[in-house]
């Protein structure tokens, strides 16, 4: 009996102490920058149909590379590892993100040279996210032909 | 009009993100599994033909997030398929995101070379 109450004691005080509420906080951050930088991507993709009157097809592609250099640019910077702290997963979702997981190993690395340092590293994370997509998209492609 | 197009992505941009985070908290995923699940969970909803209608719905809140590079090399599969069988099946998707990887290389280099990484304090 007086194990068993010291035991619910523990479990109490040990729910008590974890950092429950760390996780919706950063659910929370998480959704506030993942959904400010979306807000800004929707920008970027009205600033090129409507003021660069791209046509439909290049208002994606023109948003992603805008993006990338962002993403890339604040990398370089030291900016984009601090939202990171601060937002988790919202700042790693959106394409910024991806941008950032290309140029920090490539910084990193930069002692090692340009081609076995730098070249080497950018798609040391982006890599298999393109091996996965690109790899299931010609599935997907194959499937379509297929299956109709 | 223009306000509640914002506000639509930056609820379905932001909850894309919850997921996410929800993985990272939960499973101990890191960033980069992250990256690899949402892109190809991007793929095979667009093959299935569920993502789609969100990309009409929420713009930007669909497509800036990873699972819209799934969306785009989906999308850029299944058009290259349509045009030119088991060949454009192959090539369609990378196609269609080339843009984006391209853009991740040259400015990837450029600003690798450029800046310097912060000394952790």
Request: aromatic share 10%.
């Amino acid at each position: 009996m007086e194990k068993n109450k010291k035991a619910a004691q523990y479990q109490q005080r040990v729910k008590e102490l974890a950092p429950k509420s760390k996780t919706a906080q950063m659910l929370i951050k998480a959704f506030l920058v993942g959904g400010l930088i979306c807000c800004i991507g929707q920008a970027i993709r009205d600033f090129a149909q409507f003021t660069l009157k791209l046509p439909e097809k290049d208002v994606g592609t023109f948003t992603s590379i805008f993006l990338v250099f962002l993403g890339g640019l604040l990398t370089g910077l030291g900016v984009y590892d601090k939202i990171g702290k601060f937002a988790g997963a919202g700042s790693v979702v959106p394409i910024t993100g991806f941008a950032n997981s290309v140029v920090a190993p490539a910084m990193e690395h930069r002692s090692e040279g340009l081609v076995l340092g730098v070249c080497a590293n950018l798609f040391k994370l982006a890599g298999p996210v393109l091996v996965y997509g690109v790899g299931s998209s010609i599935i997907v492609g194959l499937l379509y032909l297929w299956l109709g | 009009m223009g306000f509640t197009k914002y506000l639509i992505v930056f609820v379905v941009g932001g909850l894309l993100c919850v997921i996410g985070q929800l993985l990272i908290s939960l499973t101990r995923l890191t960033s980069a599994r992250i990256l690899v699940v949402f892109v190809t969970a991007g793929v095979v909803l667009t093959g299935l033909g569920l993502y789609e209608p969100l990309v009409e719905f929420a713009n930007a809140g669909a497509t800036v997030p990873l699972t819209g590079f799934g969306y785009t090399l989906a999308k850029g599969a299944i058009e290259g398929a349509k045009q030119s069988g088991v060949v454009g099946a192959f090539t369609g998707g990378l196609s269609a995101a080339s843009g984006g990887i391209s853009a991740a290389m040259i400015f990837g280099y450029i600003f690798a070379v450029l800046f310097r990484p912060k000394t952790k304090k």
